[in-house]
């Protein structure tokens, strides 16, 4: 759509904010959204009618192909408030360019920069009082699309619906996370959508998952597909593996997301001048350096979380346990991460995006 023509948003505010009534000491992610949310429908070839309204319930047909075909791709992002109250977002468009690289793939129409920039900072200015100050605290920021075209014909719908709910969060996970490599499952495979925010990407690993946390792991690190040689990705998170004093991920490819905290964390690494290696990671290596003690940290890497270390190791019959070293990697990429969101600390690399 040419940005000239982009239709006005439209705003229904609502007459009681819910905010009072929250716990925002005991929220459970993701499950308590903000007073408002943004839809916008696709239909007749044109993104029309962006509305932010009151959050709620939607009525769609059954019939939808959302339901039959999976057809529907999302984001994960986060706004911050500073000591100050104002409010920033992270590298915003990073994500704006992934919904769009993911919604080529499950063949759905891109999303205007114009619409989603102005519907993304006017949801976020106006459920502002829902986001906390503190270190952990944000506002959960998840844009999706969906097929709303009603026809159980598996081809692609003609009709959309772009949404963006927000929800306030604290700390994604507690404590360590304990891992197993997959050796027989998969998440992504060439020519696949592993590379996509794809709905059923995440439907499709809660199976595997489970079976993990049957033995007493709570996530899997993902293999590829063919020989379960390369380690990939742990759970939705990108993965990191210090070796000695190397920092080591895997390259992104159409098996691994484009993470924007992956490739913080990159830049934050080369920054502080430590080593870091982009190639593929051998299974085989990291269960060596586990058992000669120099793989010191693994972490994964996501806007969930942020960083989380990974406390152990599970592979075939053997559980690798690793100890935190002082100089831990994953606890300053924090920090310096977190600092930079909340705007506590310099931005050297020009990420913050103000909410104005
Ligand atoms: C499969 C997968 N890998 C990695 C990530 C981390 O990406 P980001 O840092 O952009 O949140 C996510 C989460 O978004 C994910 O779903």
């Given at each position: 759509m040419n940005s000239s023509i982009t239709p006005k948003l439209n705003i229904l505010k609502t007459?009681?904010?819910?905010?009072?009534?929250?716990?925002f000491d005991n929220l459970v992610f993701g499950s308590t959204f903000t007073d408002h949310m943004f839809e916008c429908d696709f239909i007749n070839g044109e993104w029309q009618n962006p509305t932010i309204r009151p959050y709620g319930n939607l009525s769609i047909s059954?019939?939808?192909?959302v339901f039959h075909y999976g057809q529907a791709v999302f984001e994960g992002m986060k706004a911050y408030k500073d000591e100050d109250g104002k409010v920033w977002l992270f590298r915003p468009q990073q994500n704006f360019e992934r919904i769009n690289k993911s919604a080529k793939r499950l063949a759905i129409p891109e999303f205007p920069r114009d619409i989603f920039f102005e519907a993304l900072t006017t949801l976020v200015r106006m459920d502002k009082e829902w986001i906390q100050p503190g270190l952990g605290n944000s506002l959960y920021i998840r844009p999706f699309v969906m097929a709303t075209q009603v026809?159980?014909?598996a081809s692609p719908s003609t009709e959309y619906k772009f949404m963006i709910l927000a929800a306030p969060a604290q700390a994604y996970y507690t404590g360590d996370v304990r891992v197993v490599i997959a050796?027989?499952?998969?998440?992504a495979a060439n020519g696949?959508?592993?590379?996509a925010k794809a709905a059923g990407n995440y439907g499709a690993q809660f199976y595997p998952t489970n079976l993990a946390r049957e033995k007493g792991f709570h996530q899997v690190i993902w293999t590829d597909d063919?020989?379960?040689?390369y380690l990939e990705e742990a759970g939705t998170m990108n993965v990191f593996f210090r070796v000695n004093d190397t920092l080591i991920t895997a390259p992104v490819s159409d098996r691994i997301l484009d993470g924007v905290t992956r490739k913080s964390v990159i830049d934050i690494a080369k920054h502080n001048n430590i080593d870091v290696e982009v190639r593929p990671v051998l299974v085989s290596e990291i269960v060596e350096a586990a058992k000669d003690g120099s793989l010191k940290e693994i972490f994964g890497a996501g806007t969930a979380a942020v960083i989380s270390p990974v406390s152990a190791i599970g592979h075939k019959e053997h559980v690798y346990e690793l100890t935190k070293p002082e100089d831990s990697y994953s606890a300053r990429f924090k920090k310096d991460l977190m600092s930079i969101q909340h705007n506590i600390t310099e931005d050297p690399f020009g990420w913050r995006f103000e909410v104005k």
């Open positions: 007459e009681t904010s819910r905010v009072k009534e929250v716990d059954p019939g939808a192909k026809g159980v014909s050796d027989h499952y998969s998440r696949g959508v592993g590379a063919s020989e379960h040689k």
